[in-house]
């Protein structure tokens, strides 16, 4: 079963940052997919933060423009999710995920940020 398998999740204090990687597994190859990452916060539902679409355009959130940086390394079969200046409203579970042309989508498993003094 393919897989994406995520890293990098943590408690941290305002203004601090973190990486969030997710990497293909089990045959998973994102070259050619869509990606992203997206965060769901407890009692909201689900919402995109950044992606790369398959031409290869990054959009993020207007939350999130500025401060985080969606890139991809093919030879690393890897997505990135860079999050600086971290906001107490950052805090949720985040998820990778990849689409393909045929629509059908891969989730990583969720990796926890909570940000708070």
Not at 39 to 48: I, S
């Amino acid at each position: 079963q393919v897989q994406l398998v995520e890293s990098g999740g943590g408690s941290v204090e305002p203004g601090a940052s973190l990486t969030f990687t997710c990497a293909g597994s089990r045959g998973l190859h994102l070259d050619g997919y869509a990606v992203g990452w997206s965060r769901q916060a407890p009692g909201k539902e689900r919402e995109m933060v950044a992606g790369i679409k398959s031409d290869g355009r990054t959009v993020y959130a207007q939350s999130v423009k500025g401060r985080f940086t969606i890139s991809r390394d093919s030879t690393k079969n890897t997505i990135y999710l860079q999050m600086n200046n971290l906001k107490s409203e950052d805090t949720a579970v985040y998820y990778c995920a990849a689409e393909a042309d045929s629509h059908e989508v891969f989730w990583g498993q969720g990796t926890q940020v909570t940000v708070s003094s």
